[in-house]
Nanobody, 125 residues
């Protein structure tokens, strides 16, 4: 069972950068898809980016070209490098692992069976 811990959140001025980390202390990290989602109060959790077990990346259009997802199988960690941050990127960011063995990383929260506790990202103008 995957156990996830996010870190790296913080407060940054618009245009700045942050790098989030998600450590997976469970088994089968190298064969699992991992994704980042984000959520603001009163809204549904939304897809940000995902990386397949083989390294393929997908992004929501709102972050494409600004965010980069990557993985280090040796460290059992998935990263989200966030550049050119905007005020609208403010949210709690969650990492999630696909425990259902999907062929490709899902873009829906229902596709993920393990979640971290979240890390707050705040961008001010």
């Amino acid at each position: 069972q995957a156990q996830l811990a996010e870190s790296g959140g913080g407060t940054v001025q618009a245009g700045g950068s942050l790098k989030l980390s998600c450590v997976n202390s469970g088994r089968a990290f190298s064969t699992s898809h991992t994704a980042w989602f984000r959520q603001v109060p009163g809204k549904e959790r939304e897809f940000v980016a995902a990386i397949s077990w083989s390294g393929g990346q997908t992004y929501d259009d709102s972050v494409k070209g600004r965010f980069t997802i990557s993985r280090d199988n040796g460290e059992k960690t998935v990263y989200l490098q966030m550049n050119s941050l905007k005020v609208e990127d403010t949210a709690i960011y969650y990492c999630a692992v696909d425990t259902y063995r999907s062929l490709t990383p899902p873009r829906s929260t229902q596709g993920y069976g393990a979640w971290g506790q979240g890390t707050q990202v705040t961008v001010y103008s």
